[in-house]
Each structure stands twice: as C-alpha cells, then as structure tokens.
C-alpha cells in the first residue's frame, strides 16, 4: 500500500489470464525485496495481483497462477457482487455493518440512529447523498488523525485531499500532501489509524526504510495488523456504493 516513492522502482506488468472460463486481470509486481511470490486480489476485487521476486520470471507468475487457479476463483467468488448505495442494503461505518434506510418522511440529510444510517430526500439522490456523507466523515477523522499525529513528528498540518483511489490507501507528495482513500471510514477505525501514521510518516521518511517502520510504529500501535487487515479485506471496501 502507498508505496509512492518505492512504486517507481517496481515494475509492473499487466496481463488478462482466463480461468475457468472468465477473464481476469492480472498484475505482475516485480519486487526486489520480495522473496516468495505472493497472489492476492487486486484493491478493487476484481482481478488479482501477484509480487515475485527479482530473479523470477513473469511466464513463472503465470506459471504460478495458473496452479492456483481454484483458490483464486474462490476468492473472487467469495468476495461477490458490488453493493450499490440503496435504502436496505448493509455497509460498514468504521468497521461496523449498518443499515442504510431511506427516511421520506423526514429531513436532515443524512445520520447515524441506532445502529442505522439514515438518509433523508428523494431516493434518487440517496446514493450521491450517502457518498457525500460517508467522503465528509471521511475528512473530518483523517484530518483530525493527521492533526495529532503530525504534531508527534513536529511537523505542521499538511494538505489533505480525500480521493477515491483504485490502486493505494494513502499517498504522500514530495510536497508533503496528503492523500486519502475515503473508503477508509468503512474500515475499522484501528486500520484507518494505521494508514494515517504510515503517510504522516512518509513527511519524515519518503521510502520504506527501518527508521520509516520505526516512525510509523511511534505514530500508530496498529502498523502490523493494520497492513495484515487491509491485505485481507482491502478490496472488500472497494466493492461498495
Ligand atoms: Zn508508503
């Protein structure tokens, strides 16, 4: 994740493999560091990324996929449909399913009552009105978050730009600003911690040396389970509204 400065040293390329009769992208990561390969889904859920080291070929990537095919296709399974913002549906709100209702019968936008989201107006605005709100919550925690930590490093608030990124949770600029992906506020509120501290670091460090981990571990506890959650549920957040 957000590995702005290390990304230009990576190369990637790009392929579409057929398994099982469906078509998946395909990306082959070829890390330096990496020292076995590893296959995950892609961010968005819809393909699938593999890292392989330096002195690995992609034709072995491929070689590897395709051995690993029915996993593969079963996590694509498992991971499902997308979820379209809707009165009914359930999504996370900091790691937390909540019904989403549409409330006609009263105004105010859009807020949380036990439990449930509501969201005031014509349905037709409904979905365009929860991704509003879900962008500004957003905004307002990761900002808040920045503040404190950036004040541990001695550094001053940065600017802050919350995206819709496909391909990174965070980024930090060579200017120092900031980066967001506002589907973080449906992940646990620990795993949007951790990826503020991991770019609040990068205004220290712009790689990922030991002395970066080292400040990421001093501006958050929740560096290692945090990369682990996101591994494993990242592109879930993805397949929503
Ligand atoms: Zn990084």
């Known amino acids: 994740?957000?590995?702005?400065?290390?990304?230009?040293?990576?190369?990637?390329?790009?392929?579409?493999?057929?398994?099982?009769?469906?078509?998946?992208?395909?990306?082959?990561?070829?890390h330096p560091r990496a020292r076995r390969m590893i296959l995950r889904l892609d961010m968005v859920g819809e393909g699938a990324v593999i890292t392989i080291p330096a002195n690995s070929s992609s034709s072995a990537a491929l070689d590897f996929v395709h051995r690993k095919s029915s996993w593969l296709c079963q996590l694509l399974n498992e991971i499902g449909e997308r979820v379209a913002?809707?009165?009914?549906?359930?999504?996370?709100?900091?790691?937390?399913?909540?019904?989403?209702?549409?409330?006609?019968?009263?105004?105010?936008?859009?807020?949380?009552?036990?439990?449930?989201?509501?969201?005031?107006?014509?349905?037709?605005?409904?979905?365009?009105?929860?991704?509003?709100?879900?962008?500004?919550?957003?905004?307002i925690r990761i900002k808040s978050l920045?503040?404190?930590?950036?004040?541990?490093?001695?550094?001053?608030?940065?600017?802050?730009?919350?995206?819709?990124?496909?391909?990174?949770?965070?980024?930090?600029s060579s200017k120092g600003s900031l980066s967001f992906s506002w589907r973080l506020i449906m992940a646990p509120p620990e795993i949007l911690d951790y990826v503020v501290a991991h770019e609040v670091a990068h205004l220290v460090h712009m790689n990922h040396s030991p002395s970066f981990w080292n400040t990421v571990e001093r501006l958050t506890e929740n560096a290692k389970s945090g990369r682990a959650w996101l591994n494993d549920n990242g592109s879930i957040l993805h397949r929503i509204g």
């Not at 790009?14 to 395909?26: A, D, N, Q, T, V």
């Not at 936008?109 to 919550?137: F, P, T």
């Open 85 to 139: 913002f809707g009165d009914g549906v359930q999504i996370p709100f900091q790691g937390v399913q909540h019904l989403v209702r549409h409330r006609d019968d009263a105004y105010g936008g859009v807020w949380i009552e036990d439990g449930e989201i509501n969201v005031a107006g014509d349905i037709e605005h409904l979905s365009r009105r929860l991704g509003d709100w879900l962008k500004k919550q957003a905004r």
């Open 146 to 172: 920045v503040h404190q930590k950036v004040k541990k490093i001695n550094k001053t608030l940065s600017r802050i730009t919350i995206r819709d990124t496909r391909t990174r949770w965070g980024s930090c």
């Open 1 to 30: 994740m957000a590995l702005v400065r290390s990304h230009n040293k990576i190369k990637e390329d790009h392929h579409l493999i057929e398994i099982e009769g469906r078509k998946i992208p395909l990306i082959v990561r070829h």
